[in-house]
């Protein structure tokens, strides 16, 4: 395989599944989930490149796995899987683990490109790498901050009838902190507000339920 293949993942990211000089034939998989409650579609973007983010590297074709059970968002389990014949025919499998729902795309050998632009590419990679490094943390840190905000709304109001009005206010305020972070550049101020979240959050609720 020249370049690798992968998916895209939340926020843009290239999540490669084959890596590049991989012999063929070769098959991979690896697992994903939901990140929206109720989920019943996912769309599988597939991708080759050596760059970090989707918009660097060259898109090959998409499909859509319908009918998955609506349920909580990180309950459902994906299994994606590439399949890459000798004749450089791959085949990207999308299965819903937990009902059997699945899915499939044949993505014929038009995905080869010329020695000339591979090696385009692979010199793109390499001059950007630590920019790119640091791009793919930033996304991820956010991500992050975004599922502790969504699953601390959630348990908030799953609880509320449990927490006085005093107790969800400072919980609330906490939340709003953490989101208001998720514009910011800096990975560390972030990171800085997950952890507030995380330790004071919990710490306040002891204190005020003692």
Avoid: C, W
């Avoid at 000089?21 to 070769?26: E, Q």
């Avoid at 632009?117 to 950007?128: C, G």
């Amino acid at each position: 395989t020249p370049l690798s293949l992968g998916i895209e993942t939340v926020g843009g990211l290239m999540d490669s599944i084959i890596p590049r000089n991989t012999k063929v034939p070769a098959r991979a998989g690896r697992s994903y989930t939901t990140s929206v409650d109720g989920q019943t579609k996912l769309k599988v973007a597939v991708f080759q490149g050596e760059r970090d983010l989707i918009n660097d590297n060259r898109k090959l074709g998409e499909f859509v796995l319908s009918g998955i059970p609506p349920m909580a968002a990180g309950i459902p389990k994906i299994e994606i899987q590439f399949i890459l014949d000798a004749d450089g025919i791959l085949r990207v499998k999308a299965k819903e683990l937990r009902s059997a729902v699945e899915t499939e795309v044949e993505i014929k050998s038009q995905y080869g490109i010329s020695e000339e632009e591979m090696a385009k590419m692979l010199l793109s990679s390499i001059q950007n790498a630590e920019g790119d490094m640091k791009a793919r943390s930033l996304i991820e840190t956010k991500t992050e901050a975004k599922n502790v905000v969504l699953h601390s709304r959630k348990f908030l109001k799953q609880n509320q009838v449990i927490f006085s009005d005093e107790v969800k206010q400072k919980l609330e305020e906490h939340i709003d902190r953490l989101e208001a972070t998720v514009h910011e550049t800096d990975k560390d101020i972030i990171n800085g507000a997950i952890l507030i979240q995380f330790i004071h959050g919990p710490i306040y609720l002891k204190n005020t339920n003692a």
